[in-house]
């Protein structure tokens, strides 16, 4: 499996990667339905999934993961550098979203990407790295927790103000 940064041509994501990007996000219904981030879970278009992801590369030092086996889009990963609403002292980077192909849950894709992008941030030196995880979302603080990450707090999310738990993972970097 490998990850490829999502990159913007000429200011615009790509038509065909878009729509395979959007093709994930319609796996995922029910963790949408969760979330809310979409009028009609079941019925996700390109334009929310364009929209949805310029909101997140608006987010200074924020990436866009594309995860890729065999030449098969099967997740994606949201992460920033740092928090912007991060307490000073607070270095961490985040993962901000880490979205699975619902038709390869439990297939190791999840916890590969996840692997991936620690190792991206220990190789920085980055000391751990956080996220957070919705309250109404007891199957994604499961996989979390079985990542290795433990809650550190509660929180709201910056979005929409639901309730989560934040999680961190501290990476060895030696």
């Known amino acids: 499996m490998i990850l490829q940064p999502l990159v913007p041509v000429d200011g615009a994501l790509p038509g065909p ?11 995922n219904h029910t963790f949408f339905e969760l979330s809310g981030d979409f009028p009609d879970p079941n019925r996700i278009t390109v334009e929310q ?9 608006a987010h200074d030092s ?3 993961l ?8 099967v997740g994606l990963a949201a992460t920033l550098d740092r ?5 000073p002292g607070d270095d961490d980077p985040w993962i901000g979203l880490l979205l699975i192909d619902a038709t390869a849950h439990r297939e190791g894709y999840g916890r590969a990407v996840a692997t991936r992008i620690e190792d991206r941030f220990r190789a920085a030196g980055r000391p751990g790295v956080q996220l957070a995880v919705l309250d109404n979302n007891p199957d994604g603080l499961a ?3 079985s990542q290795g990450y433990s809650p550190v707090r509660r929180a709201k999310d910056l979005e929409r103000g639901r309730d989560c738990t ?9």
């Open 17 to 27: 990667v878009l729509t395979e990007i959007a093709a994930l996000y319609s796996t």
């Open 49 to 57: 999934v364009a929209a949805s992801l310029a909101d997140e590369l």
């Open 62 to 64: 924020a990436e866009i």
């Open 66 to 73: 594309l995860a890729r086996s065999a030449g098969r889009l």
């Open 83 to 87: 928090n912007p609403a991060a307490a």
């Open 143 to 145: 996989f979390w927790r």
């Open 166 to 174: 934040v999680l961190r993972k501290p990476l060895d970097t030696a």
